[in-house]
Each structure stands twice: as C-alpha cells, then as structure tokens.
C-alpha cells in the first residue's frame, strides 16, 4: 500500500506542477485501486476521516483551496490517515513545512505570490509522512 501511494502521489503533482489540474479520472483510477489493494492485503481504511475532510468542504473551499486538491485528500485520507489528534498534528504540521517550501520556490521562481500553487506534492507528502 505504501509503495502505491509513492507511485500515485509522484504522478498526481507532477500533473498539478505541470498542469495545475487534478483529474477526476485519475482520482477515480486512485481510488479504485487502493481500494482493491486494500481489500486484497487486508489493510484497514478510515471512512471517518474522508468523511471528516468532507464535512470540512465548505471551510476549505473558503480558504481558496482546489476542489481537485480538497478530492485528493479524501481519497489519501480514506486509506492513510485514521482519524486521531496526533495524526491531524502531524498532517498539518507537514502540510504547512511543505506549502512553505512551494511558496518559497514560487517566490524564487517569479519573484512573486500570484498565480496558481499546485498544492498536491504538499498533501501527497503531508500524507506519505503520515503513513510512514
């Protein structure tokens, strides 16, 4: 399952680095074979923490984050993240080091903050480190 999500979670930003879109297909594939890989090795989801990034929906929409990043995370968190406090701290805790890092690289990159930041490479890590 690990291995899998390295595999998905490299080929997810490397299309929202270079296309700033995350496809519902793609995110389809990814979840279908998770699933399938979950059921084959017997490894456990978590429905309440894909649920939970659901409800939250509306607030992360607020904050001018992508629906395809905000589907992204509730497919990773359905098979990744149980829900518990430390695992939240830990999420955000990475989440956030790695956004800082593609703002920084944005800034080196067009000595500005405008446009678009592909946020998938900081929630695929966020969530590689979680399930480490």
Known sequence: ???????????????????????????????????????????DVYPLTGLSVLLLTPLILWARIGAGDIKLLIVLSFFYIPITW????????????????????????????????ALAPAICGAVIWCAR
């Open 1 to 43: 399952m690990f291995v899998a999500l390295i595999l998905f979670s490299l080929y997810i930003s490397f299309v929202d680095i270079r296309h700033h879109r995350i496809s519902n297909r793609v995110l389809w594939i990814t979840f279908l074979s998770l699933i399938s890989l979950s059921v084959a090795t017997h490894t």
């Open 86 to 117: 430390d695992m939240a701290s830990d999420f955000l805790l990475s989440f956030t080091l790695i956004a800082t890092a593609l703002l920084i690289i944005q800034l080196i990159r067009f000595h500005s903050f405008a446009g678009s930041i």
